[in-house]
């Protein structure tokens, strides 16, 4: 993949992300602003991005691609799981879930999603929702187990919840429609595309905006979100592309693992730490200097793609 196509992608969503960053700073997008942006993106323009991206021709190729994706998916993450183990076997007990699952879990949804799109189109969100199906699944399992069950039952009434949030039913719909090779009226077709088309840029702007609210300085000092960064941004987009090559995966299904595993840390470890009073601080450090580093990695990384 050429590095110059790649390095103005990831330029141009940096600098709408910039776009947010200086409207949250003049108080245009304000805190109750961003979360509300935040539900739209979340309830309405991803959903509706991924079901669009359902309505391509179907081939075997394709299908064959998804299950790829979806297969190596899982591999990526049973590995990445043993990584972030044995890197912090010896870390103090409140870090060291943030510290695991930020190798684990990378934003390929928030950010995942917008770069796939620029990228490759339609096809690759296509493919990179089943990407986001098994991040769903270990999100909810090994993501929770890490950070500790509760006993009130609360928790499986949130993993019931992710089940059935509007991007998974989106998959739920689209996913079908496409092996049926059946196709939306062409109305709500170009509803969902230019409501789908709104994700990138409002995703980018609300990252933007948190970034803004925060203490960057001081979030710079703290040398494990390095090792962290280093290990969520690198090294286990290298282990992917390895994997892949080993094994003879098909070009398009290799080219999507490997660039949603380049992602950064997801957003879901911080609110994890928020929600289980496991040093909330370090997974936002890890969120923010994860985010910003990508910036430079990113096109390194998926430069090595053909």
């Known amino acids: ?30 805190e109750e602003v961003n979360n509300k942006l935040s539900d739209i993106l979340l309830n309405i323009t991803s959903p509706s991005l991924i079901l669009s991206s359902f309505m391509i021709e179907y081939t075997r190729e394709k299908l064959v691609n998804a299950v790829y994706v979806f297969g190596f998916g899982a591999l990526i993450f049973v590995i990445s799981i043993a990584l972030g183990e044995l890197v912090y076997l010896r870390e103090n007990k409140d870090s060291k879930p943030v510290l695991k699952t930020s190798v684990v879990f990378s934003n390929c949804g928030y950010m995942g999603f917008p770069m796939l799109d620029a ?11 089943m990407f986001v199906v098994v991040f769903t699944v270990f999100q909810w399992t090994y993501g929770m187990i890490a950070f500790s069950l509760n006993e009130n039952g ?30 939306l009226p062409e109305p709500l077709y170009n509803a969902l595309d230019m409501v789908g088309s709104m994700n990138m840029p409002l995703a980018m702007m609300i990252i933007g905006a948190i970034f803004a609210q925060s203490d960057l300085r001081g979030v710079l000092k703290d040398a494990r979100v390095y090792l962290g960064s280093f290990l969520r ?26 660039t949603v595993t380049a992602m950064p840390v997801a957003v879901i470890v911080a609110v994890f730490a928020e929600r289980y009073g496991k040093n909330p601080l370090l997974g936002s450090k890890m969120v923010m200097v994860s985010t910003l580093l990508s910036i430079f990695t990113i096109p390194l990384v998926l430069s090595l793609l053909k």
């Open 1 to 30: 993949m050429d590095i110059l196509i790649v390095s103005k992608q990831v330029a141009t969503l940096f600098l709408i992300m910039l776009a947010g960053f200086a409207a949250r700073k003049k108080g245009i997008i304000t």
């Open 233 to 258: 941004l690198v090294l286990m987009p290298l282990l992917a592309l390895g994997l892949v090559r080993l094994s003879g995966v098909p070009e398009m299904a290799a080219s999507i693992c490997v």
């Open 119 to 129: 990228l490759f189109g339609k096809e690759g969100v296509f493919y990179g929702s």
């Open 154 to 183: 609360s928790n499986r009434k949130a993993v019931a919840r992710a089940f059935a949030s509007p991007a998974m039913i989106a998959v739920y719909l689209g996913f079908p429609l496409f092996l049926l090779r059946w196709r």
